[in-house]
């Protein structure tokens, strides 16, 4: 497994990470079992992924507790990522969250607590920002990071920070999602602050899937975009076949080839370590550049901000508990 610095904070953290969603059992279909994402997540492990990610709303808190049932055999060869629902980012909202989250992860301190999405338009960011910091200062987390923030609300949150920096922002990052690359990507490089990728392979749009048969896969338009993209898909099996890989592992390679963190989610151990063997591919630059220029056309686009800001935190956390999370 190859290594690299998170932001500025010294950590080593692998240059692929684990993505637990899947762990929550909701929204990924019925084909799998919870031991079977345990059993993936330990082979991950072992083959020396060390960053996990989930959060408080992945089945309503299961996913934490999955990788909480991990935490007395691998703590200390595990970095901890998790997030506070954008419904419970408020200035009193994160303590009680951050509280959940390390019971049901077991831990003392979370390694990085997010941001999930930014909070509705009725909440201070700077007065949050100012308690996440407080957060750290009191040795609740030991990072601060965002996710699905735009330019304007992540430089907002950073402007209200005085001892402690975020270190990250997560965002949606594929072959078939480029908007990162017109505008945030290059200002958070130039600040160090890593970019971790969620839905790197656009929900297995990227592993060849064609067919949303989950409500994962149905509810998100990107993994739609597959269809009108055979140029990409088929460039992305020429190249597989070169490297005698996968195609997926191919769109991962591209994506550590960026300098992103990408954090696949796994059902099975074979996902896993599939995932795992995709940080060892090395393309060639003019590989990256064949991927570029097929997959040109998705940099236009809008992060989608908007949206959960204008619904009250209330009323987004109804819809969250009324589904049991997600």
């Excluded at 019971?103 to 909070?119: A, M, S």
Aim: glycine residues 8%.
């Amino acid at each position: 497994m190859k290594y690299k610095e998170l932001g500025k904070t010294g950590e080593k953290i692998s240059v692929i990470g684990l993505g637990a969603w899947q762990a929550g059992l909701k929204s990924w279909g019925k084909d799998y079992t919870l031991e079977d994402v345990l059993k993936a997540l330990e082979t991950g492990i072992e083959m020396g992924i060390n960053l996990i990610d989930t959060a408080e709303i992945y089945g309503n808190g299961r996913s934490e507790s999955v990788i909480g049932s991990l935490v007395a055999e691998y703590r200390d060869r595990v970095f901890i990522a998790t997030k506070v629902a954008g419904y419970n980012a408020t200035p009193r909202g994160v303590w009680k969250a951050a509280e959940r989250s390390r019971r049901r992860l077991k831990v003392e301190v979370i390694d990085l607590y997010q941001v999930h999405w930014p909070p509705s338009i009725y909440t201070s960011i700077p007065k949050l920002a100012r308690e996440m910091e407080r957060l750290v200062d009191k040795g609740v987390i030991r990072y601060i990071g965002l996710s699905n923030f735009g330019l304007k609300n992540m430089m907002r949150f950073r402007e209200a920070l005085r001892r402690h920096d975020i270190v990250s922002n997560q965002l949606q990052y594929n072959l078939l999602y480029r908007v990162v690359e017109k505008e945030i990507y290059p200002y958070m490089m130039s600040e160090k602050i890593e970019l971790i990728a969620w839905s790197p392979i656009a929900k297995g749009a990227l592993a060849g899937k064609t067919k949303a048969d989950n409500i994962a896969r149905r509810m998100d338009a990107v993994f739609d975009r597959a269809r009108r993209a055979n140029n990409l898909l088929n460039l992305l099996r020429e190249i597989a076949e070169k490297h005698r890989c996968k195609m997926h592992q191919v769109a991962l390679a591209w994506l550590i080839s960026k300098g992103a963190i990408p954090i696949p989610g796994v059902k099975r151990p074979s996902q896993a370590k599939e995932n795992a063997e995709a940080a060892n591919i090395t393309l060639t630059k003019t590989e990256i550049e064949q991927l570029d220029k097929a997959s040109e056309k998705f940099t236009e686009g809008s992060l989608g901000e908007l949206m959960p800001r204008i619904i009250p935190n209330w009323l987004q956390k109804i819809a969250i508990i009324l589904m049991g999370g997600v």
